[in-house]
């Protein structure tokens, strides 16, 4: 059986930390046999801890850590498959594969997710309007079920659990290995536009307008714009970079990224610069300063990774943590939703650090996959106890009034009650959960709090 120890973990937003049993095995025979022995009540299975509340925590259970398990086990290079264990990383993939000229079509943005997580999640990157989510380059995967058989699953076989597993958030089994297919780059650089907009109608308007034309899209939204200028915001657009966009100097080496180590923030940012005015200031300065430009050349760590760039970013936010809230609105009722989610956030008094708006294509398949036609919005909110709570409640009935959805991977705080409106997948995800895992082996401390399994 592998390691185990009892930790206090947490996921990137540092709330809520939970005491678990952690365990690290080395093989799939380690996983079987931790599974098969039960010395925890339940467990989870975890890689980066990069999903932001409580997804790959278990109070009192266990937690199965993949990051040992990262091993290439076939490429194709006719077909760009690409069959490795699931602890690999995104980071992983683009460091073997990029100076070939491959990358993964869908990226979220870190680049610190395993696969098996980015299943789990079912991930989705600035693309989705145009290539969908992480699902639509997933060939396959194998899932150790709880029985302790392993299963291939992909739309042509178990397909019933493959689509409840890609974005299941780990409670069908561990996905122990995953066939992706790796795109062709001709460069590893992005040609990048950037637009400023008045106001929510003028962003919205752009959307709508120019998407389409741009394989990459996101606009950083400022939530504490003036009276009047609400929803203005950063666009940002781009799409993969031939020979021809590159500058001369590039030309000659086109997937040598620079060296960008990731730096870390010396302290803890003052309390007093992170209350409202003060970063109603920095997001003044960062409008007026985002002068809008035509072709800009960027490398892809930076246009798909920039957060990645500051190590531990997400801790100098302060001990009580932060939680990011994503969700997404119908396109039919994005303007509405939006502009009463805006006021919502504008009157509680509560300090959003980073807001983000991108617009997302067709659902797929996935009984709790998130992305659905419409727009995104994700707002990072310091913790701040009782008071982010009265304002999730009121996010949670705006997106359920809208018929919209919370992202589970990125939530901390939804009630039970919103969940379950959110997802009509969820008396399928539920049904085949009995039949695959009666005893649930596998739950989590988000998918107890949502009420996810049978009560």
């Not at 095995?25 to 989870?44: C, G, Q, W």
């Not at 077909?79 to 995104?90: K, Q, R, S, V």
């Not at 907009?197 to 389409?212: I, M, Y």
């Not at 009463?340 to 956030?345: G, M, N, S, T, Y």
Request: aromatic share 8%; hydrophobic share 45%.
């Amino acid at each position: 059986m592998s390691d185990a120890a009892d930790v206090t973990l947490a996921g990137w937003g540092g709330w809520p930390r939970e005491l678990c049993r952690e365990y690290r095995p080395h093989d799939i025979a380690e996983i079987a046999a931790t599974l098969n022995v039960r010395s925890s009540a339940n467990f989870i299975a975890a890689g980066m801890h990069r999903s932001y509340g409580d997804a790959a925590l278990n109070a009192g259970g266990g937690v199965i850590r993949q990051r040992a398990r990262a091993r290439v086990i076939s490429f194709d290079e006719t077909t760009g498959e690409l069959h490795a264990e699931a602890g690999m990383t995104i980071a992983q993939i683009l460091s073997s594969f990029l100076p070939r000229g491959y990358m993964p079509g869908v990226m979220p943005g870190t680049k610190c997710v395993t696969l098996g997580g980015a299943i789990a999640a079912n991930v989705h990157g600035k693309n989705h309007h145009r290539d969908g989510a992480f699902s639509s380059i997933v060939s396959g995967f194998d899932l150790l079920t709880a029985a302790g058989t392993t299963l291939r699953c992909s739309r042509f076989e178990n397909t019933e659990l493959f689509w409840a597993t890609v974005g299941g958030m780990g409670l069908t089994g561990i996905v122990v290995s995953a066939s992706i297919r790796l795109s062709r780059v001709d460069s590893a650089y992005v040609a990048v536009r950037t637009e400023r907009t008045r106001d929510l109608d003028d962003t919205l308007e752009r959307f709508s307008a120019d998407d389409a034309r741009f394989r990459h899209s996101v606009a950083w939204l400022d939530c504490l714009a003036p009276r009047g200028r609400t929803g203005r915001a950063v666009m940002t657009r781009g799409d993969h970079a031939t020979s021809a966009h590159l500058p001369e100097r590039l030309r000659a080496r086109p997937y040598a990224v620079p060296n960008q180590a990731a730096h870390a923030l010396p302290m803890a940012v003052p309390r007093v610069l992170l209350r409202r005015p003060a970063f109603g200031l920095v997001n003044a300065m960062y409008y007026a300063l985002r002068r809008s430009s035509v072709d800009r050349v960027v490398d892809i760590e930076r246009f798909f990774f920039p957060l990645d760039g500051v190590r531990n970013w997400n801790t100098a936010l302060g001990a009580a943590g932060f939680i990011q809230y994503q969700l997404v609105l119908p396109l039919s009722a994005s303007r509405q939703g939006l502009i009463e989610l805006l006021d919502a956030i504008a009157t509680s008094g509560q300090t959003p650090t980073l807001c983000v708006l991108k617009q997302l294509g067709p659902a797929d398949a996935g009984l709790l996959s998130f992305p659905l036609a419409g727009m995104t919005l994700a707002v990072d909110l310091l913790n701040t106890g009782d008071a982010l709570r009265r304002l999730v409640e009121r996010i949670d009935s705006i997106v359920v009034k809208h018929r919209g959805r919370c992202y589970f991977a990125k939530d901390a705080m939804s009630s039970a009650e919103a969940a379950h409106a959110m997802y009509p997948g969820l008396g399928a995800f539920r049904a085949l959960k009995r039949t695959v895992d009666p005893e649930r082996v596998f739950s989590s401390s988000l998918a107890r709090r949502l009420q996810l399994l049978d009560d």
